[in-house]
């Protein structure tokens, strides 16, 4: 799935927004997200971040599900881990939202190998 396709209006990420809170949980620290920040229309959409490798609460980086079940406890009410659903483009990144008893979807990036 493509930048341009996660931001049309009637569909992807703009149409989840209206009624579904969304964060952004990377492994990458603080100061590259910014250097990726340029897609505002997507980060306009967030409610929160967690960066890993520069957030003191995660004590663990993956393969613990330390950064998923930080990002769910800041939207508000605290959804249940099985309540929220992960975007994930790393076959690492999939075992720990497993890890976590979240959901899943694979978005496949053609720079990563799955085997």
Known sequence: MTMEALTQPRGGLNYCARDVPIC???SSAEDMVHKI???H???SLLSHRVCASTDPEVR???PAP???L???SRF???PKPQQCLVFEDSPNGVIVACKASMQMVMMLDERV???
């Open 113 to 115: 190998s799955v085997e």
């Open 41 to 43: 229309e997507v980060f």
């Open 66 to 68: 330390d950064i998923f």
């Open 24 to 26: 952004l949980a990377t």
């Open 70 to 72: 930080i990002a769910a």
């Open 37 to 39: 920040a340029n897609h």
């Open 60 to 62: 663990e980086g993956k």
């Open 76 to 78: 508000p009410g605290k």
